[in-house]
């Protein structure tokens, strides 16, 4: 069992849909991530929050905007997505997001998401 | 440049016996590795960890080696079950770096044989 949940589980949508990923952790971590990962390839960052607050984006397109409403809950907001963009969209959390403390990152199990 | 090379893309062993997973690193600044296990349409989990100021970190039938010398870590999972089966991915984190910023290898796929 997964302590980071992602709902829904699969997605699909269309080229003009606007949809919401949402993920919710109860650890007490202060630092949440989304991670991008296609088929036999390891995850990719698209954006870091750090106490609630967007920290880093990593040059994702506007068409994917995050949203981190309280320090539990983590938002991905979709809109005019593109079918490149079909891949599994994965959550994450922290205890915290610092170079000076190692803290493990621990996955949901991710959206499967389908643009047709 | 890979950073991070698991070189070998899939193992097979059989149920009881050890499991060995190999990981390379090139980065003399990595200082914290972690490996994690995905089974197919799930997101991946979290196994074990090890500091560079270790070379050994033992959690029930997983255990971590660090060769900082070599720069090479391991995995030995003893004895192996079934249920192992699944991608396993090393991970590492740079000296200074934060949590997030980690170099993942490609995986290697462990089926554990009944």
């Known amino acids: 069992d997964t302590e980071v949940t992602q709902t829904p589980k699969h997605l699909v949508m269309g080229m003009t849909n606007k949809k919401s990923l949402k993920c919710e952790q109860h650890?007490?971590?202060?630092?949440m991530y989304w991670y991008k990962q296609k088929a036999k390839k390891p995850p990719e960052l698209m954006f870091v929050?750090?106490?609630?607050?967007?920290?880093i984006n990593e040059s994702v397109p506007s068409r994917f905007s995050p949203e981190c409403p309280n320090s539990s809950l983590l938002n991905l907001h979709l809109h005019a997505l593109q079918p490149e963009d079909s891949a599994l969209y994965l959550c994450?959390?922290?205890?915290?997001?610092?170079?000076?403390?190692?803290?493990?990152?621990?996955f949901g199990n991710g959206t499967r998401l389908t643009v047709t | 440049d890979q950073q991070v090379k698991q070189n070998s893309p899939s193992l097979s062993v059989q149920e009881g016996r050890i499991s060995i997973l190999n990981c390379d690193y090139t980065n003399s600044m990595f200082d914290y590795f972690l490996w994690y296990k995905k089974y197919p349409a799930e997101g991946p989990t979290f196994l074990i960890s090890i500091s560079s100021i270790k070379d050994k970190n033992e959690d029930g039938r997983f255990t971590v080696f660090l060769n900082k010398s070599a720069k090479h870590l391991s995995l030995h999972i003893v004895p192996s079950q079934p249920g192992d089966s699944a991608v396993y991915f090393c991970a590492a984190k740079a000296s200074g770096g934060s949590n997030y910023k980690l170099t993942f290898g490609k995986g290697t796929l462990l089926t554990v044989n009944p």
């Open positions: 650890m007490g971590h202060r630092a």
């Open positions: 994450a959390s922290s205890l915290r997001d610092s170079s000076s403390y190692n803290s493990p990152l621990h």
């Open positions: 929050y750090s106490y609630e607050k967007l920290s």
